[in-house]
């Protein structure tokens, strides 16, 4: 089984968000979907605008997920599929990939080249948008074929887990030792896994740092 390293972006636009993209996928990153739903085009362009002049070697692996029609213009190497943008731009030959949110889309949507299967947890920025699927049915799905290498499961256990460990009331000592703890066992198990530490904490402490608005803990980290 491959394992990918994709980042999804903020559906704001915020300042330096072309260099970030480039030193995610500098540092290894496999790809990154610019996810802007209802953005102006106008405000899409500046953004790929930017990226291309600092780099264009990066634009393959950039997928849109919105303003799809851009992506042969500017030489990106993917277009994401939803229910906001269903078809595949016309004449467009690069990645395809799509958000399924159950087991019937998976089947349907084989075809492309790798799929997004949510909400796999209970998500934080979505109220009321809860988990859909139990373990028995992933290991089930996955047994007769469903669930493969080309499924990302969206969830980021271990920044949510960091998260939730994390509350506000536990003092600057505790979250230190909790965070060092959780890092070891990151670490291990991406040497089980055969996948990089280093790209694999990068992710975790992507998610942990969108969803638990705290910079604090990461520049103790840095002493």
Known sequence: MTMRLVVITRPDFGAG??????????GG????????PYAPEAA????????????PAVMPRIT????????????????????RHPAT?????????RSCHSLAELKEHAACDYLFLSPIFDSISKAGYTARFTGEMLQEAAAHGIVNDRVLALGGVFGLLMKLLMPQKRSTDNKLIIAIALLF????????????PLLGCMAMGTVYTNIADDDKLFKQLNY
């Open 17 to 26: 968000e072309a260099e970030t993209i480039r030193e995610l996928l500098d």
């Open 64 to 83: 849109l997920q919105d303003c799809l029609g851009l992506a042969a213009e500017y030489g990106a190497g993917g277009v994401h599929l939803n229910a």
């Open 89 to 97: 731009p016309q004449g467009f030959r690069g990645l395809v990939s």
């Open 44 to 55: 899409m362009r500046r953004l790929l605008d930017r990226l291309d002049r600092l780099d």
């Open 29 to 36: 990153i496999d790809r990154v979907h610019l996810r802007k």
């Open 185 to 196: 066992t990151f670490c291990g198990v991406c040497a089980l896994l055969g996948i990089s």
